[in-house]
């Protein structure tokens, strides 16, 4: 039942017969994106074709983590065990202890990591979780050996922090900060929107002043915390590709991804906002 994870970074392994996967871009659904197993080189498709059995099944689920109802959970999750948190630098960022990470895997992390800690298969579904008598098809396809990016391992001490409450990390760090507004000068509040662009300012002690998706109905960064307060993975990442921005094409002068003669914008990795501009990161930390 274990493997290691395979990597699903390179654009080119998306394309079948001469016609190239919609679903590589952002905003377009999960469907021929990069988390539709069906169309992963190496992995045990599912015999009916189906792309939400991965992760999801109607009946039979795994139904709990111990602390919340699952989203018909079809996938083996990955143990609490051995994991490795990350652990803050100064006091500025612990508060001398006060933050430090309980369990990294909360909320919908355990989820991500269950395909992206580098041992659970993620082609594996169904059959661990199958009542008796009921056969469920698509087990992990043993002897493939991959590795890459998507392969966090369980060593999280080198990837950005989770599992961390984020309304008190960004209160305790904006208390502490001597430039500018207090309530937001390092860290922003959870009541503002994701980065959507920035302008420059030349003035000393003066911020890049940047513009967010605040409007009614846009995704507030509040609104993708664990319990309102909690960092995961589904803070940053919108893993269905439905609500993700649109990467901005490759700058002129840097190799370009091809598929089937047509440069693509940059790689889809499921973001709430753009990588250019580091918009993402500006997101969440004023610089």
């Known amino acids: 039942m274990k493997k290691v994870l395979a990597t699903v970074v390179a654009l080119g392994c998306l394309a079948a017969a001469g016609t190239a996967l919609g679903g590589v871009a952002a905003g377009t659904g999960v469907n021929g994106s990069l988390h539709d197993m069906t169309k992963i080189t190496g992995t045990n498709v599912d015999i009916m074709g189906r792309v939400c059995v991965y992760c999801h099944t109607p009946h039979h689920a795994d139904v709990t983590d111990g602390t919340a109802n699952l989203p018909l959970w079809n996938h083996e999750l990955t143990s609490d065990d051995q994991f490795t948190a990350y652990t803050w630098a100064t006091p500025n960022n612990s508060n001398d202890g006060a933050f430090d990470i309980v369990d990294p895997l909360a909320g919908p992390s355990r989820l991500c990591m269950s395909c992206h800690d580098g041992g659970i298969a993620v082609d594996q579904h169904g059959s ?160």
């Open 128 to 287: 661990a979780f199958a009542q008796a008598g009921t056969k469920f098809i698509g087990t992990v396809s043993e002897g493939i050996d991959y590795a890459g990016r998507a392969d966090l391992t369980k060593d999280l001490s080198n990837t950005h922090p989770i599992g961390f409450d984020y309304n008190d990390i960004a209160a305790f760090r904006n208390s502490k900060a001597s430039n500018g507004d207090a309530a937001g000068t390092e860290i922003v509040t959870s009541d503002n929107g994701y980065a959507t662009g920035i302008s420059y300012s030349q003035a000393q002690g003066v911020y890049n002043n940047v513009t967010r998706n605040d409007g009614v109905g846009n995704k507030l960064i509040a609104d993708n915390l664990y319990g309102g307060s909690i960092m995961t993975c589904a803070t940053c990442h919108e893993v269905h590709n439905k609500e993700n921005a649109t990467q901005d094409n490759y700058k002129a002068g840097t190799p370009a991804k091809v598929v089937l003669g047509t440069p693509q914008n940059a790689p889809n990795y499921f973001l709430y906002a753009k990588q250019t501009e580091s918009l993402i990161c500006l997101s969440c930390h004023i610089k």
